[in-house]
């Protein structure tokens, strides 16, 4: 593709804002709306044209004239139109022509296009922000000689409103997915000013070709409100109305534990699942909570937690991933909050944590999953170590990451034993595991088994002291499809110099808490139904607090 001109489209502020976008990553100007992908038009006019063939190629050529209008109706040179091929030899490629005048030409194949254009003009009302107009054409067929007049008069207002009064409107995103002939083109807007406004230019598309995401967020003195709407059909949308009420919302409560790092201030951010989105990052001061409304009809969401952390340390990040949520209904995620130990991955398609191929055994256990099985992808450690004995004979040590190691095996069947052990600034984790094995022909699973327990603890990770006290247990892994043969857990509030074997009954244990500033120390020995073992032991696995009282 040729374009005559092709300049950089005027900022309106120097100023920028980083946001990240589910599969885009884009800096805009903070007080223009950003642009992203693709490009659009709003009238086109077209006269027949002898084709021209494309230099060292047999596909025609044809002139396409955009003409940008702002609001008044006048030519604007506020404006960046993106033209993406749908069809031809060069189905994918995108260019971005633009002249300052608001009128640019450039010449393109014949065939199918995605056109969409973001139209910023000033605000009269004394304000920063700029209004906001995003024209999508998802079709536009070159045949001939084309005239395509943008103009922003044609685009009608995203009017999403949520349903509380102390919400602050921080931004919006609209993103346009089109497919024709297995070739998939992108545009999108990201507005920092609520004064959005989109249209559909041309004519439909095939049914479903075009899939349309519209995502606001909204600052609250205790949370954030996500109104996210979907949409999978032939066209672009017309502006956007939603006004939910407060029952039509779902309630996600993140509940910020106090780290071992010590308190300060946590980052959270929460995007859909699925789809492109802007991503809002919420400061959260540890130990606390924030609440986040959000419209249950855009599906999953996904949750980054960041722990408080020095700014030349690397922070305990958890992503969590396809939390579900329900109109009306509360769910709470704490993050950071004793007690740490091993998790499993049970969900669909998830890797084993354990694997034989043929004589290699590839060994990744989450060690410093938290309370609420959140696992971390930089856990905070002062020491690890995962070690591989065969027979009784130690094979090999692998420092490092938490109950990760590869090891490289004999043959024959045998016996294992396979430790990994973790220290933390306030106690440690170990987990040992017997099985048996020999070479296998393909990928094999090892069938490891874990404990989670789950006491009931305050924000900043206490029990209260001297109190009976009760603790979940539930067994996960290869114990839990295969069955458990045997389970014994133990209490110390000793630091393990001294332990007491608890009944598990309806699946949690009961014991009295020790004094303030004394910690739980606990321990589990299973046997599953094949004869598997697990020993995991957790010291100083939570501490009690302030002593409880009498009601």
Known sequence: MNVSQNSPIPAASTTTRRRVLRGLAVTTAATTAAVCLPAVASAASAS?????????????????????????????????????????????????PYDESGTVTVQVPAGRYLLDSTISTERTDGT??????????PRLDVDRDTTIVLDARAAHPVDIRPPVP?????????????????????????????DLRIAHLGPATE???????????????????????????????????????????????????????????????????????????????????????????????DVMYSSPADPEKTPTRYLTRGIELTAGATTVHTFDTPVFGPALDS??????????TGNVLDVAVPLLADGDGHTPSSPLFTAATTALYRDGALLGTRRGTPGEGSFTLPAGRASYLLTARASRPHGSVTAAWTFTSARTASTTEIPLSV?????????????????????????????????????????????????????????????????????????????????NTLTQTHIDAYAAGAASRAS
């Open 451 to 531: 404990v989670r327990f789950s006491p009931e603890l305050a924000v900043d990770g206490t029990a209260p002291a001297g109190a009976a006290s009760t603790v979940g247990v539930a067994v996960r892994g290869a114990a839990e499809r295969s069955g458990v043969r045997s389970l014994v857990v133990s209490v110390s509030t000793d630091r393990g110099a001294s332990w007491s074997a608890v009944p598990v009954s309806g699946g949690r244990i009961a014991f009295t808490t020790p004094g303030p500033g004394r910690t739980v120390s606990l321990r589990a020995e299973l046997t599953d139904a094949f004869g």
């Open 128 to 137: 920063e922000h700029r209004g906001i107009d995003w024209l999508v054409r």
């Open 207 to 301: 049914a479903g070709a075009v899939r349309t995401w519209v995502d606001g967020y909204w600052s609250r003195p205790e949370g954030v409100c996500f109104l996210g709407y979907a949409f999978r059909t032939d066209r672009a949308l017309d502006g956007l109305v939603r006004h939910p009420a407060l029952g039509d919302l779902a309630t996600l409560v993140v509940r910020a534990a106090a780290p071992a790092s010590g308190a300060g201030v946590a980052f959270v951010d929460l995007s859909p699942s699925a789809g492109p989105s802007p991503s809002l990052s919420r400061p959260l001061t540890v130990p606390g909570s924030a609440t986040f409304l959000i419209a249950a009809e855009r599906g999953t969401v």
């Open 48 to 96: 027949p044209a002898a084709p021209r063939p494309k230099a060292g190629g047999t596909s025609p050529t044809y002139t396409l004239t955009l003409i940008h209008r702002g609001r008044t109706g006048a030519p604007t040179g506020s404006f960046r139109s993106q033209l993406t091929a749908l069809s031809g030899t060069e189905a994918g490629a995108s260019l971005q």
């Open 166 to 194: 102390d919400a602050e409107f921080e931004t919006c995103g609209a993103f346009v997915e089109v497919t024709h002939e297995g070739t998939t083109g992108f545009a999108n807007v990201v507005a920092y000013t609520p």
């Open 347 to 356: 969900s669909p398609g998830a890797e084993p944590a354990a694997r034989r």
